[in-house]
């Protein structure tokens, strides 16, 4: 056989086998799950029907729960919003990313471009995504999340009342009524580009719907990520024309109402693209409601004790539920311990994709998610950080709570004041049962020093950007 005959047999064989591994590729990209995360801003624990509300309908919500899986025992990784949107996207307690505050737009720091995201592990394995709504872990070009593996970005880049007009009356009751953006100076962005500002916040929560329906129907051929965080309700509330009541009492009701509205649309979208059965769907929170001295503004946490700002269970522990057809059992419970932190690895675990190099705190909870029997979290030990300081640890049942203590103790190296809690029993956290209870006091507050230390130890730098001068 000439020398050339063999090489067309070896070529074509090649391209043969290129041919397998091109339909393999192609078959493992549609067989591949899609993943919608739907995160809210202040959200309460009993906000939703299935989590207690008696004023708020939200039958969206609900049916996903009734098709899917109710979380009990969820947590944010902070009670504000930057800390716990940088655990979020790591899958990281916050100080291990440095971003342990509050970010204004006069910071010039963000989430570091050094960091791994849980778009930029699903875009390892041919993931279309995008972000659309709240982002708030920096509004700089090189922090915002086209630079964090996201493919597009539509939405306000902080909470939506900073940049606050000087001089402006902030009265939210006023706002509400006269449907009046013009205090808050926010702006929309696309991509890196600003489109708007002010934005009109009374049609924000459609057009992020809109905009979330057309990225599923542009990329239904294909696995894709949509990263939904809602700007609302964290105030001032806003809501289209559809939901719109004069009654200022009705703000914080028809907010979560429109909002629900949205996801219904959203898995709509779902079922008319025929994805819905490989697309999974999670619903969450950023932190705990303001406080109910905002009245009709806020949120409620009932039963737990506390609101946003606090590493009390109100703070923290948030409404979710989580739903994929035939994968995750219809009308299902889970109260073991699940946090933010581990939508990352559980994600690359279903993707196929491998995990970030750097260290990260969060854990694969598939086998909660899926309700295999007798499946337990994978966490010894859950922390509660505040800033920069560890506040609280839980393990199953029990809670410590650490007090910082004054500057004469700390210099002292005195140990701080220590409360400890049975949640299973006190869900309220209303009875401190530390002084019998020492040795689990102990136990934990040993636990607790050691993680804290070995974290501080491993922390990583929020990214920032030089300023002149």
């Known amino acids: 056989m000439s020398r050339s005959c063999t090489l067309n047999r070896l070529a074509k064989r090649f391209l043969a086998l290129a041919a397998v591994f091109v339909l393999i590729s192609a078959s493992e990209a549609r067989c591949a799950p899609n993943f919608v995360l739907i995160f809210m801003d202040d959200q309460g624990y009993q906000d939703v029907g299935v989590f207690g509300s008696k004023t708020i309908k939200t039958p969206h919500l609900d049916n996903m729960a009734r098709e899917g899986m109710k979380f009990t025992d969820f947590y944010s990784l902070a009670p504000v919003c930057s800390p716990s949107r940088a655990g979020l996207m790591t899958g990281c307690y916050p100080p291990r990313v440095g971003i342990t505050g509050v970010l204004f737009p006069r910071h010039n720091i963000g989430l570091n471009p050094e960091e791994t ?208 057809p035939d994968k995750i059992p219809a009308s299902s419970v889970c109260s073991e311990v699940a946090a933010a932190c581990d939508i990352l690895p559980t994600f690359a675990k279903l993707a196929k994709a491998e995990l970030p190099k750097r260290k990260i705190d969060g854990k694969n909870i598939w086998r909660l998610m899926s309700g295999k029997k007798n499946a337990k979290s994978p966490h010894k030990a859950f922390y509660y950080y505040r800033g920069n300081g ?15 203590g004054n500057r004469k103790q700390r210099k002292e190296g005195n140990q701080p004041a220590l409360t400890l809690y049975n949640l299973a029993r006190d869900i309220s956290e209303t009875t401190d049962v530390a002084a019998e209870n020492q040795k689990i006091v102990q136990r934990l507050f040993k636990r607790a020093e050691a993680f804290d230390k070995a974290l501080k130890a491993d922390a990583r730098p929020a990214g920032e950007v030089k300023t002149a001068g």
């Not at 004790?305 to 923290?316: I, L, N, P, V, Y």
């Open 117 to 324: 995201t849980v778009a930029e592990v699903l875009k390892t394995r041919g993931y279309a995504t995008a972000a659309v709504g709240k982002w708030h872990i920096g509004h700089l070009p090189k922090f915002l999340p086209t630079n964090h593996g996201f493919d597009s970005y539509f939405g306000i880049p902080y909470s939506n009342d900073m940049d606050g007009v000087k001089g402006k009356d902030r009265n939210l009751d006023r706002a509400w009524i006269e449907r009046d953006i013009s205090p808050w100076n926010v702006p929309l962005l696309r991509n890196t580009k600003e489109i708007e500002r002010p934005v009109n916040q009374n049609t924000i929560i459609e057009r992020y719907t809109h905009e979330a329906q057309q990225f599923i129907r542009n990329n239904k051929d294909k696995p894709f990520f949509l990263y939904m965080p809602h700007t609302m309700p964290h105030i001032p509330l806003f809501v289209s024309d559809k939901f719109y009541t004069k009654d200022p009492k009705q703000a914080y009701i028809r907010t979560i109402e429109e909002i629900d509205y949205s996801i219904g649309q959203v898995l709509k979208t779902l079922k008319e693209t025929g994805v819905d059965n490989n697309t999974l769907v999670i619903f969450t929170s950023d932190n705990g409601p303001w406080h109910l001295k905002l009245r009709h503004h806020g949120g409620s946490a009932l039963p737990l004790r506390g609101a946003k700002f606090s590493t009390w269970e109100g703070g923290m522990r948030v409404p979710t539920i989580m739903r994929w």
């Open 390 to 404: 560890l506040r609280a640890v839980r393990s199953g049942e029990w809670k410590l709570h650490i007090g910082g």
